[in-house]
């Protein structure tokens, strides 16, 4: 299976302040047919399922902020939030969907400084 | 409006069984790839079973935790998805969520459950 390893487990930002969180993937999931990275990321509020905001590692799923925004691709991945707002504090991960094992980075926590 | 609903968790003693059930409102059920990804209490997510659609055999896969264990299982005229829980162990305490994907559409799990809580204790 491919392993994904988020960085940091946890940081604290101040309100409007920006956030970067970072993902890696064990093995490339860039596919070579469509020249796509099948890569996504998954807000989580607590007591709430998770919610997709990024697929193919930059496309911005239907209502979600245009603060959020996702770039990389191969291996390396980033998710920023540019102005972190005080409903931005969740818990965010990243999942390749490149083979038919998906896998779940173990989550990052975003919290207010 | 997309919904998913799942039944079925409670508690239940070690060894013994449970069936869940996902039903999904507001979409052509059939045409979509169901779900099962759970989460225990205080740790992250892991994808515990898929079904395909009929158009894609309607395969199955299981993580390597339950293979043996669950099946899940679905009826497209109910618009349900199931999953099949024997054998359970302590570690298999989590809520459970359901969740759809479109094959081929480079969109993943863009719906989910509420999710249903399964504690498994003595």
């Known amino acids: 299976d491919i392993v994904m390893t988020q960085s940091p487990d946890s940081l604290a930002v101040s309100l409007g302040e920006r956030a970067t969180i970072n993902c890696k993937s064990s093995q490339s999931v860039l596919s070579s047919s469509n020249n796509k990275n099948y890569l996504a990321w998954y807000q989580q509020k607590p007591g709430q399922p998770p919610n997709l905001l990024i697929y193919?590692?930059?496309t911005r799923e239907s209502g979600v902020p245009d603060r959020f925004s996702g770039s990389g691709s191969g291996t390396d991945f980033t998710l920023t939030i540019s102005s972190l707002q005080a409903e931005d504090v969740a818990v965010y991960y990243c999942?390749?969907?490149?083979?038919?094992?998906?896998?779940f980075g173990q989550g990052t926590k975003v919290e207010l400084k | 409006e997309v919904q998913l609903v799942e039944s079925g968790g409670g508690l239940v003693q070690p060894g013994q069984s449970l069936r869940l059930s996902c039903t999904g409102f507001g979409f052509t059920f059939g045409d979509f790839g169901m779900s099962w990804v759970r989460q225990a209490p205080g740790k992250g997510l892991e994808r515990v079973a898929i079904i395909r659609s009929k158009a894609y055999g309607g395969t199955t896969e299981y993580a390597a935790s339950v293979k043996g264990r669950f099946a899940i299982s679905r009826d497209d005229s109910k618009s349900i998805a199931y999953l099949q829980m024997n054998s359970l162990k302590i570690e298999d305490t989590a809520v459970y969520y359901c969740?759809?994907?479109?094959?081929?559409?480079?969109?993943?799990?863009?719906?989910w459950g509420q999710g249903t809580l399964v504690t498994v204790s003595s």
């Open positions: 999942q390749q969907y490149y083979n038919s094992a998906w896998t």
């Open positions: 969740t759809r994907w479109i094959h081929n559409s480079g969109i993943p799990y863009d719906y």
């Open positions: 193919w590692a930059s």
